[in-house]
């Protein structure tokens, strides 16, 4: 399996993809569902998807917090502050929910199954453990067969 970036396709997995190379080619191969995501493209995307959630998360837990009021009925209402920092989150899962969705896709098509398992995830309770143990999965060769 090839690790050099020169000598593999972008159209081909990335076996032992860094990190960087991971987040390039997730955003190039922005909206491709053909093809195959090797174990390294997808959790190092993982990765830096939860980082990026977390850290926006936060901004907006802060933003929440300053100038939070307690309503009559005892609750806490949120700052002006949330709203602002929500906006960023809502343009961060606008902008990586189509190329998520497309790496999630390929990386199925590298454990030799349709993209169409994706939608398992939605069965309740066991769908996304299912998901996540074909995620985790070692590359099946048979694959080849999803790329154009």
Do not use: C
Not at 10 to 16: D, E, I, V
Not at 35 to 56: D, H, K, P, Q
Not at 68 to 95: C, D, M, Y
């Amino acid at each position: 399996m090839t690790t050099s970036t020169a000598a593999t396709p972008l159209s081909a997995p990335l076996y032992g993809a860094s990190f960087g190379q991971a987040i390039s080619r997730f955003f190039k191969k922005y909206a491709t569902f053909s093809g195959r995501a090797s174990r390294s493209e997808f959790w190092w995307w993982y990765l830096f998807n939860t980082i990026i959630a977390v850290v926006l998360y936060v901004i907006a837990a802060i933003g929440g917090f300053s100038g939070a009021t307690i309503s009559e009925t005892g609750g806490t209402q949120p700052g002006p502050g949330f709203a602002v920092a929500l906006i960023p989150s809502v343009l961060w899962l606008l902008a990586t929910f189509v190329p998520w969705l497309a790496l999630a896709w390929r990386r199925l098509h590298d454990t030799n199954r349709s993209g169409g398992w994706y939608f398992i995830g939605f069965i309740p309770l066991v769908g996304g453990i299912i998901l996540l143990v074909f995620f985790i999965m070692d590359s099946d060769p048979a694959g080849e067969r999803f790329d154009r």
